[in-house]
C-alpha cells in the first residue's frame, strides 16, 4: 500500500463514524480551537470517547491539537482546531452535511494539495466504493439480476441525492440533470464525479449486478451527465 493509498484508507476510515463527522462539522464552524470538555458538552459524548475520536481524526490529519497556557499551574491543556485539509466550503447550504458529502469535500481538499497525484480517480472511486459497504443502510436494497433493475437502483440512488435522473432503460443509460457540487466539482471534477461513479458502482456490487457503469458524458456545469451501463469490467475515466 502506498502512502497515498494509506492517507485515502485513513481518511474514509476516520469519516466512517458520525460521532467524528460531527466533532470534525463543529471544528470546522468554529472560529476558536475547542477543549475536549467543550466538544463533550456540544455533542453529549463522554470526554474519554471525543478524545479517542480526537485521536482518530488527528491521526488523519483532519485535526490539530495544541497546547492552551492559562498561566496557572499544572498541565496545559489541549485544545483542538480542524486542519486546513478538512475546512472546506459548507456544502448545499440548507442541508445538512452527510457522512458521504463530507468524505468528498475532504478527498478534493486532499486532491487539491496533490496528495494523490495522478491516481485521484481511483482513489475517491474506491473510497466511495467502501463507503457504499460501510453505510448498506444508506443505499437502495434492490437485488439487481437485470440491466432494467440496475437502471432502477441508479436512478433511486442518484435521486436521494439530488441529481434528478431521468432513466432511459432502452438506451441501458440514466442522465442526470442537476449536479449538488457544482461549484466543487468547477475545482475537483475528478474527485466529485469519480466519487461518485464509485457510489453507483459499490450500490450494483452489492445488489449482485451482473452489470456496471461508467460516465458516458460528463457535463456538470450544463448539469448533463450520463451514466451508462457497460459489462464488466467498467470502463474507467481515462477511457472516455
Not at 472560529?31 to 455533542?43: F, N, Q
Not at 435521486?159 to 457540487?181: I, S, T, W
Request: one cysteine or more; charged letters at 20%.
Amino acid at each position: 500500500m502506498t502512502t497515498s493509498d494509506r492517507s485515502a484508507f485513513t481518511t474514509h476510515r476516520a469519516l466512517a463514524s458520525q460521532s467524528r463527522e460531527q466533532l470534525l462539522h463543529l471544528l470546522n464552524e468554529s472560529d476558536e480551537v475547542l477543549t475536549i470538555s467543550e466538544l463533550a458538552d456540544r455533542t453529549g459524548l463522554h470526554p474519554n470517547t471525543v478524545r479517542e475520536h480526537l485521536n482518530i481524526l488527528i491521526a488523519a490529519e483532519l485535526v490539530n491539537s495544541e497546547s492552551q497556557t492559562s498561566g496557572g499551574r499544572g498541565r496545559p491543556k489541549r485544545a483542538y482546531r480542524a486542519t486546513a485539509t478538512s475546512s472546506v466550503p459548507n456544502p448545499r447550504s440548507s442541508q445538512e452535511t452527510d457522512s458521504l458529502e463530507l468524505l468528498c469535500r475532504v478527498l478534493a481538499a486532499q486532491a487539491a494539495q496533490d496528495n494523490f497525484g495522478s491516481s485521484t480517480w481511483e482513489h475517491v472511486e474506491n473510497s466511495a466504493r467502501q463507503w457504499v459497504h460501510d453505510h448498506a443502510d444508506e443505499v437502495p436494497t434492490h437485488e439487481v439480476n437485470t440491466a432494467e433493475q440496475a437502471i432502477e437502483v441508479i436512478t433511486e440512488l442518484l435521486d436521494q441525492r439530488g441529481f434528478a435522473p431521468v432513466a432511459e432503460p432502452n438506451e441501458q443509460r440514466v442522465v442526470l440533470h442537476a449536479c449538488p457540487y457544482g461549484e466543487l466539482a468547477a475545482e475537483q471534477q475528478q474527485v466529485i464525479c469519480g466519487a461518485h461513479l464509485g457510489l453507483v458502482l459499490g450500490a450494483l456490487e452489492r445488489a449482485g449486478s451482473p452489470v456496471k457503469a461508467r460516465f458516458a458524458d460528463i457535463d456538470p456545469f450544463t448539469p448533463r451527465c450520463v451514466i451508462q451501463l457497460v459489462d464488466p469490467p467498467a470502463i474507467r475515466e481515462d477511457q472516455l
